[in-house]
Each structure stands twice: as structure tokens, then as C-alpha cells.
């Protein structure tokens, strides 16, 4: 272990050394990539991909556009050159003839982001260099392939494998902190002191994703609040004024808030897995803890309600029934619920357990879901087997006082 | 740096919990495969991923050849598909039709690699399975196709970026002061006492890369001698008995080994970056050292006088001359040098500096070169101009006294 | 490096643990102390340590005074037993007899706290409970020998030799950076925006002294402003808008804040020796940086104008020249100079270098010393003999600028 | 915990610094150390304190005997002024009095080792003097006072609240678990293949206290191994070929050997704190962990039997009976038991649980105890209460089977 903290630590060294004072080069950009993409030595290849990123940041929003439809055409597979390596292999299946299709059957853009990635620090600047395609891809489907490429690449690179899962608290860098108050995405934090309130008390816990070449960016965190029993409001849970609990008291640990930090990471999922492992963590940690539940946001509610038009019927003591119902029942075309959060903790083998009205007073809460919160539960008994039933077919796994209140709803339908 | 130190050390801890209780799966392992490689839930996911990987470490060498079939042939790519969905990219190069090239044209094993990888510590355990795959691909030329893949996959897991470069010495933890001892494959390490002598005296040093997901294990490291002076002798260097040299008295640091340290990294080259990386720290840190040097050992050099008919002529003091001779002038086939080591050192952009007789009196030193060693001397004026003559058309660059030598063995050789 | 930051790590797990479950001794608070200071076991000693110091923590303002009275009188020495022992140590100074005398011859209440000591986290504790002290104290005379013993132990505890000197920068746990907050004295920091100002640019940096045992508290801190010449307004280095620095193109380190922020360590002075060690390693970092100096405040000057009956005198254009006057003439009884800050900085061996008019517009700048600042030099090579000539005769050490300020002053005042 | 880890690191930082270039002093030393205790400034005191140190590591014993006496004399107290300064505190206890005291009833060497351990890694240094001085006075009475001055001050500074405890293993850095083949002095290791065997398998566990000032030098430290029941044979654990137990099926932890690593710190106790501590965190982490007890030597059983004429009687059936009898009946002149370790592990509140014969067949084990062991238990249920009636009036505590053993040997006395 402390090998390891020991040798992360160059990472920082290395990380921070200026620029060594080489000379820059002149030439167009693809001059520079096409010299990097077929340099043989890698420390020549490494200051090439230095003047690649340096000119790239420094770039505007079409100079962008120029560089990424370059990658998307002059870096794009040849068809005539896969379809002979893939008929000379398909003759012969040879290491050679393997090789030679592999070579043309990948575009050499990939090529060029991994060498690009050699470059200290360059894993965040290629993160960020996504972020900026995702932009300009919805406004030009010419680039929206080109996505594909990158997202191949840090699937990879951002393997389970290769995360580290990390508890934040008050005791954690201030500039990591600072980072949480920037990335959180469901209920916002406004201040400093709001940041430590949700960090600081024992009842309290925070864990996020790293990548080991990004070590100041979490990737995507969760916060946790230890209750006694399952909570039924955000706002109490968030109170500025409230009694903290002991945490050998809390029997119940809520995930109230998950957020994704890297735009460039769209489509590279983290969230189950990061709420799999805290729910390991916490269970070996804290013995009394017996349930792990979460109090999540209904995104889709009121907008369903409208589009059924509901919205009459919706009165307060109605709307428990009909969340249910439209946790439950609400579908896309692939069968699938409408709601996305749904879909995200169903998926994850969780079960849809209760749903409380008044739980989110907040103008956010009523605008997306008239105030209602819905517990998801993550019960490690049920959770496989729920899992492989909404993998396999979508069937939701629901408590019975879910089905029940949705049940109540259909009445209401009619 | 200190959250990195702090974050990583999560690895250390994930790794050693021991591997939950979950049922054993007794379905066929090609099953197991095609539901990792199909399966949507990473939770679910990473079980199958463990099970395999578990089976695989538990398998006989026959078991293991059919493993590996299975992947060639079994997971390999479909031209039927590729071709198919080369066409319709080629008619329609839309976003759609390019992921279902991509699709195809990775032949499915890479996606089970990437699978395989989510779970703790799976990346070493890869590595060691290429190792297996390539003794085993030595006489079974159906399996050489397959590690291209493995090839592809590590030499972008294992990019520079992610590696870390850290000192390695006497106060490192034992476990990986043992490793140096193992995998030390110069000039042999044979004892505790022995690897004290390199690794704790202010004028030793020593500096491997490291990866995060394999933090106890060195990838590749370089043992260094900080003199007065370009030194002649390796046993000199080696002496039980010497006078340990003032750190800030030393004008030269002499990289006197370097040794490769994972099999199943063979081919992902990280000798030219290590050095790159070790002369520019050693050069901020010690603002004495004026000259960075290594003394080689010269492998193909007696087989050389042999084929050449010159172990006749070969006496004590024509051995210099003969020994630049064969550095500058013995070729292969494609032009390059003959001598391996003089390849790697030259393809960094180092110069043939000098050669010495009676530098390595050992049975091996003798064997290898009649006892004559080399220095490459590493030059940062004329590095990247020598490695650029070197990569266009294996231009040697060398000191004018190798060249003077080298002129003088022609006359021998009449 | 490794090992200690590995080690160091078990005092925080150690202090966190929850106070073991012991039943409560209800004996009289005196009778435990009794016990801990005659109790042989290190085991049942740390028990009764423990539920002292619980005790104590819960005392009321009043009971702590009665606490403090036993120590002063139950627990003094005894002249009595200290005679005898005195006498029978110079009839025959054997160990046994030096022994006697020894235990004799220092309180009881010494024991005590390094008995107490032993509790983990006691030494913060303690610390705290000397603040109190001091307080009592005030208005209490009957306990100010008392504290000398306190005083006595944490010059040994808190020695040069057991200090910590760490960087505080942005990437410093977010509990220790509040305390920067908290602690600093001379220029107030309102907001965690402000912190960041001060933190966080790479021409900014601070440096506090830590003690092991207390590791989340900083003893002592100084703030550092990197510039270009020295600099001569306080604003201008606080100020929220302002170009920031190259680090390589300052010549000048600017001490412009420096905070002791334990109470309890009161007349434990660190300061000089924090600025030393600070000189030594910016130096050894930055070989850029060419002059080291103060910019601080002038506390008893505008109290000197007045009680010299200079007000009128000073006008705006005079202010240099008598604020030079009061730094090199007005002196204390012994003397000694006036203004306490001078005291520090000629004490540890600085200059008067030069003062500055408006150099500090705020409403504390202006009631202290009409809105002028002084910079002390610290030059190596004529600190070691300013000190001495200093500690001898209180020699002050000034640029010729000011002594030719401070001679035209002389011809105001007449 | 990050910050520690990250702030205790610059301690190495410090102490690696090579000694400015102060010019030599070339004054008697004598006279440097009456500088140095009446020095004012840190700063110049602690350039004084590093030439002394200096010179005292580089004098021949009979100079460092010298420098004794000077501290011993030259620096004892002064009985007039302890008696001047006492009378005045008897007539007016004021602060003033107090202080004057207490500068006198100290000896001016408490204040000068104080000041020399100003110094990075004076404290390291002022133990390995102590040692020198415990050698000394052996054979000079008259140093054997001054030693307590020495024992006073360290008892201060490695109290329990100073101490850190950490396991050791084999990740540990090397030059610690050298240190760990250097201090063992229970069972030698006599190779870094037989350290392995003791640091590096799961049952196998080392723990070490550290003071933060010696980070490189463990206090003490206690070899435990995890077995199944209680072990009877020290070979059976130390055997090379044996079957390693899973963690989890061990319910014993034995405490086979504990050793004092510096000579310079005799008569400051840490072990009976230590195995409470590891007896804490050995079974918080492993809750299979039932027992916790020793096998431990009887160094003067083989020499009891013969003062007491039983070696004809000690036949190997009467071995256990006669060392029961040993362990609970042999008593020195104030109660307390003849064996050193029976005195050390009962004062620590455990019993003597069993013994065992041909428990140590080595010459060191048979030529002690004719090859017999003992088991001490520490039992959390009953420590105190045996420690308090050990501590009060030397009650030993045994099992039943003890006692019978015991009883059983008094008719062979007959």
C-alpha cells in the first residue's frame, strides 16, 4: 500500500514540470499527425503529441471543427484496403495477414489518441477534447461517428480495473472538494458551508470513482446519508439544523445523490458499479447498517401526468398512486420504463420500495415530480435475480405496497 | 499528490478482500464467455469475470492451449459480417453503420479481455495469461494470430500515460527489492547482501515504471551508478569493496542494466522512455552530472569474429578496434546493426562513445564479447537529430575515436 | 519516507476509536489523580488518564479553577521533603540520593500531565486545557506559578526536534485549511474565496509547523507572496484582481502574515526558527529568488506619535521618516525596541530595510500606524552577526536609507 | 490521515539535508556548551548544537567519558542556590520565586540535552549517547547519577502519546526488517529467508512501536503467529516446511517473542502497552480471534534447579510440575517472582496459563529451561483485576492446572 501511494505520487511531479522549452513546429497540424501517427521513436512521438494538445487547446470552436473533420475523413478506414486484408485473411488467417487487417480495419485516429495520451497529463485533455466533439457532433452528424472512436478508447481505458473508489470527507483536498460543489448535479450545493454539512458529520459519507491519471477529477460520486429507518423527505435530510446520528445508531444508509463529472465520459457508465461497492464497503464497515436504499428525484412524473392528462386527478392524496403507477407501468418503446432513473437503479437489480408526497419541496422537486420521492432499494438477496429479470425482459421488481398503490392508480384511470 | 497517494491505496485494499462467496457456475467455460462478452450488468458482469478467470489460473497447459483455440478460432472476427458491414458503411458512412463495423471487425475475444479486466487485480493475471499464450503460440503457430489482440489491448492499457516512473531503493518494501533480485537479467543479483550494494549507497540508484492496477510489480527498471568519469569496468562498478563516491562529486551516471521484468509484456516497449525519463530527473535533481553513459555488454560480438573468421586475429589488443568494427559496420538484413543492444540504444538516439577491453572478466562477459564493453553515451544536443538519422536509414552515430577504431579493424580485416 | 507517512498513519486511526467502554470511577477527582500519579501499570494508568481528562473537559469554568487550585497547592512540592533530600544529595550526590532529590524537587503535577499525556489525542488536550489556564490565571495569581510547569513540559514536548514544517497550499485537507481561516491574525481572511486567493496561485504559498501528536492542528503559520522587487503596499499583495506571477520570474519572497495559533502555547516560540527554515528551503527551490523580506505591520507607532506629541508633526510626506525614527530609537526600559514586531525580527537577526507610506489603507492600518509598513531584510550574510549584535546590546541593524530617514526626523523633533 | 502521512514526510526531507557549511568553532567544548544553554536564538543555538553533537559522535571513548564528567559535575545543580531559591519560595510562593526555583533545582544539562535535540535527528543521536553513558558508568559510579537525567527527559519525550504503532511485514521497506534481524533477541533470525518466513505469510503478524523524531527505528517490537488452540512447541512455529493457516480459521493469536531494539532507552517500558495495544487491534480485526496468549521462555529455571538441588529430582516427567512450581513459588526479596519475564507478563495482568515440556529444543532453550515453555493468557475478562492484585501485593494468577502442577511438585520437595 504505501509502494503504492508512493509511486502515484510521481504522477504529480511529473505532471506539473513545465513544458521543456522545445522548439514548436510550424507545420499544419495534419503534418503533425500523420509524423506522429507513423513515428517509430517515442520520445520524438511524445514531444509531437505535446504540440498537438498545446495547439489544439489553444484553438477556436471551428478551428475545432476543421481538426475533428479531419480526424472523422483523413483518419477514417480505407474500404479498399479492408476489404483486400480481410479477403488475403480470410484466404489464409495467418498472424500476418491478421495483423494487416487489424492495422487497416481500425482507423488511424485511434492510433493517434493513444499516442496522444502519452503525453503527461494528456488523459484529462483528451476527456476534455471529447467533450468538445459531443458539442459540436449535435449540430453536425457528419462528427457523430467520429464519437464512436473515442468512446471505444476510454471504455478501455476506464475500466473497472483501472478506477479507484475513494471516500471524500472534510479531511480531502480542497480542491477536490471545490469539485464536488461544481459536478453536483441533483440537489446543489451553494457554499462552502453547505459542502461541509454534507461532508463533515459521521452520519454523513461521500464516495467517488478516480482514474489514476486523473487524480485531482472524480469521475462520478455518491452521497450517503446514515438514517435511523428509511428518510421520506430530501429537505430533512439536507436540514442545516439537525441532530446528528451516531454511527453505530444508523441501521439504514440512503444514496440521495449520484452525479456524473466528465461530460468527455458520456456513455461510460460508473453508477452501478460505484453503488455495488459502497454498498460493500459500508456493510463490512458498519455492521448495524441492514438496509441501503436510496431517496431519488422522479424526473419524468409531472411530465407524464400532463401527457396522460392526469393533472386534474393528481390531487395530493393521489399522487403517491400514481407515481407507482407511473414508476411501474410507464414504458418506452423497447419496453423499458420512461423514467431514467428508473431505468438506471432497475437495471442495477434494485426494486422500487415506497414513494412519498412532500418529500422534495424544493422548485425543482415540484416542477419534475409535484414534490414526490421515490426510495429504491438495494437488497443484496433480490438483487441478482431482479436484476437478470429486467435485464432479460424488464420486468420491475416492486414491493408490495408499490404494486398495491399502483394497482389503487388504475382505478384512477378509468 | 496526497489524495493520489490516499486514493490509490483503495487498490490495496480491494485487492486482498478475499473473492465473495458466490456460487461456482459449472456450465461449460465457452458459456460463461458468451454471457460475460452478452451481458449488460457490470455487477453481474464482474462474477462471470472472476469465474472465468479463477478457472483459467486452475487449468492444466492442455486446458489452457484449448482455452486459447477457443478464442482464435471461436471469437474471432466474421468476414461474412465485416464484409457486410463494410458496405454499408462504405455506401452510407453514417454514425449507425460505422459502430456495426466496429462491431464486427474487433473480433470478440478483445471485448472478453476488456471484460476480464474489471475485476481486482484481473490486470496482472492478464498479463500473466499472455505469457502462457506466447510459450505456448511458440509451437503452435494457430495461436500467433490471437496474441495480436492481447498485443493491441496492452500496448494501450500500458501507454505511457499511465505509467509511473519511481525510484527503487533500500528503503522500498522488501516484496518488490525481491523482484529486482528476480528479474534482474544482466548481470545477476545473488543475494540480499548483493542487492544492498546496488540499492543502498548514495552513488547507486535505481528507477522502474510502474502501473497503478499492478502496483507491486515492476514493468521494467534501470540500475544506475553515479562516477567520476565514463567507467571502464563493470566489475569495478559491481566491487564488494569500493569507495562509495559524494553524491555531489559525481560528473557521470552510468545506466549499467537494464533488465525487462513482465514476459507477458513482451513487445510494449518502455527502455527508451525509462532512460529519457532518468536522465531528464537525475539531470534537474543533480546539478553535477554532466555526462549520462551506459556500459554495455556487446552480445553478438564473439559469435561475430566467429562467423567472420576473425578469432584468429583477435588478440588482446586488437579486440577494441574489432569490437567498434562490429558496432558501426555488421548489419542485418534491413540495415539495422547487428548487435541488439546497439539497436536499442542507437534507436534512442544515443552515440557509440567508447569501447573497453577486459570490462566484464566474467564467464558471460567473456563468452558474450571477450570481456570488451561498450558505452553509449546519451547527449541531449545531439539526441533527437541522431535518433532521427538513426529511424530514416540506420545512420550510427559514434564518437570519432569508435570511428578512428573502427577504420583501423578495416585493415585488419585485409 | 514511506514508512513514516505509513506509520503516522496509525495515530489518527488510533485517536478516532471511541473511548473504550470502562466503568466510571466515581471517586473524587483529586483521589483519581492521586491514583495516576502512584499507579505502577501503564494500562490502569491510560484508564485513569482518560477518565481525568474526560472530567476535566466537562468542567464548568468554575470547577476547572478548583481543579487548577489542587495542582498549585495539593500537588507543589514540599520545601520540607526538597531540604532533606537537598541536604542528604550534597553530603553524598550518589544516584540514590540525586534521585530522592529529584523526585522531590519537581511537583507532583509534573508527573500528572505527562501521565495524562498518554491518552491518545491527550497532547491537544492538554494544550487546550493550559489555554484555560492562562485565562484563570489572568485574574488569578495564585495559579500563574502553576503554569509554569505547563510551560516547562511543552518547551520539551514541542522542541525544534519533534516540528514539522509542511506546505499549506489549495490541495491541503479542507479541516486544515479552515483553521488558516480561523488562526490568521494580521490580515483577516473572510471567505473560503479569499483562502483561495491566498493559497492556491503558484506566487502565493504558506508554511506552518505541525507537531505529530497534533497533526490537524498547524502551531504556527507564514504567508508568502512571491514578486517581482519588494513590494510596498499590503493591497496590492491581497488584492483580488492582480497579475499572478511566473514562480521562476520572482526574485523577492515576501513574508507579509505570520500567525501562532495555539494559545495554550503561548511563550513557546517557534516563529524565528519557522522563518529560517522557510529562507532555507525557498532558497534551495527557487534559485530565482534573491531577497527575503517582511512586509509588516508598525503596531505602536501611531500610540508613539501620540505619546510623543507628534500627531501634528506627522504629515503625510513625514511619516517615513518618523516611522523610521520609532523603529531604530524609541526603546523599553531594557533597551530594547519599542514595537514588538521590530523586537521579533532584529531578534532574529533581520534589518530595517525601508518603510512605505499608504502601504496599508485599511482601517487597522491606519489606527496602528497611519497606513505605514516596514519591510524587514533577511539577508544571510549579516543575519548570524545582526542577531548577535542584537541579543548582546540590542544593536539594531538598519539600510543606510533608513538611518538617513531616521536623522531627518531628529530635525522635526526639535 | 493524509495530511499526517503527507506533513510527517518532510521529517526525512529534513534530516537527508547534508549540514550547511558552518564554519568550525574551535573553542573547548565546554565552552560551546555554556554558549549553547545560555544562547537566546534558536537559530545560533541550533548551529551550536550541531557542532556538538559533531564532536561528541567523533570522540574516543575516553573523551566521551570525559564529556560525561563535565555534564556530571560541571553541570550538576548547586545546592547553595536550590537552597537560596528554595527559602524564597517557602516564604512567598509567588510566580517569581517559583520560576528561580525551577531553573535551579534542574540541572543546566537537562536544559543542554534539551537544546541538542534542537538538531534534525538529534533525538536518534541523544539515545545512542545515552547508551554510551549507561556503558560508562557500568564502571563509573560517578556517572551513574547523570544517567537520570537522560532516563527523565526520555520518559518524557516517548511517553505513550508520542508512540506510534504499526504492523511490520513484508512490504515493509528493507531497512526497517533489517533492523528487525538486527534486535531480535528471543528466537534469532539468521537470514532474509527466515525473516520471510516470519513477516510475509498470512499467520504471521509483527507489530513495532515508532517514535515520529526515529522513523526509521522501531522502540519494540512483538512476533505474533495465528494458530489453532495454543501451540506447545516454539519449533513447530518456527518451522521452515509447515501448513499455513487461513486467517480465518485461527483462534489464537501468540505473542512467541518480544524484543527491545535500543540499548539507549533502558528502563523506559513500552511492552506492556504494546501487547494491550496489538491485543486491541488484533481482535477488532479478526473476530475468530479468541485467545491471546504467549510462548514464552523461563530463563532461570534451569539455574533455580540447581540453587535449589532438583536437578537430580527433574526427571522429564517431573519437568512441567517443577517449572509451575517455579513460575508461582520462586519469589525474590520483595515478593515479587525470581523469572524476569513471569514478573513482566503477570505485571501486565495475565496468568500463567500452561506449560509445556520439550517446548524448546535449542541449546539456548534447553541449557535456560532444560527445554520447557510457558504459556501466559490475556484475558480482557480478568487483566485488571489481576494486574491490581499483582501490582498490590504480587498475587500470582494461574490456571487451575497450574496450581495442581505446583501443588503436585511440593511432594517431590519432600
Redesign the interface.
Known sequence: ??????????????STKATPNTKLDNRPIAKLILDLIG??????G??LARQILDRYTAMSKAKKRDFFKYLATGL??D?VD??AA?EA??AD???I???S??EV??PARQELV?RL????R??GSLVAMRQDLLELARTD?SL??L??DFR??F???F????L???PIN????????EKIIEYEAVHTIDS?SAL?RR??PPDRRCFAF?H??M??EPLIFVEVALTKGIPRSIQKILAEERDVLEEENADTAVFYSISNCQAGLAGI?FG??LI?QVV?DLSSQLLSLKTFVTLSPIPGFTQWLKVENLEDVATDERLPSLAAAYLIKAKRLDGSPLDPVARFHL???ALVHAVHADANTSIKGQAQSRGVMVNYLYDLST??QN??HF?GSFVIAASSDIKALAQAAEKLDT
Not at 495520451?117 to 503527461?120: A, D, F, G, M
Not at 475500466?159 to 483501472?162: K, Y
Request: aromatic residues 10%.
Open positions: 500500500m504505501s509502494l503504492l501511494a508512493d509511486l502515484l505520487s510521481t504522477i504529480f511531479d511529473r513515428s517509430r521513436g517515442e520520445v520524438r511524445m514531444t477514417d478506414i474500404p479492408v476489404r480481410l485473411y480470410e488467417p495467418s498472424r495477414n491478421y495483423r487487417f487489424m480495419a481500425e493513444r495520451n502519452q503525453v503527461p494528456a488523459t452528424a457523430s461517428a464519437d464512436l471505444h478508447l471504455s478501455s481505458w475500466n473497472r480495473g483501472f479507484v473508489l475513494r472534510w479531511e480531502s483536498p480542497a480542491h477536490v472538494l462552502w461541509r461532508m463533515q478516480f489514476p491519471a487524480p485531482d457508465s452501478n458499479l455495488k460493500d437495471g442495477n437489480g438483487n441478482a436484476h437478470e435485464a
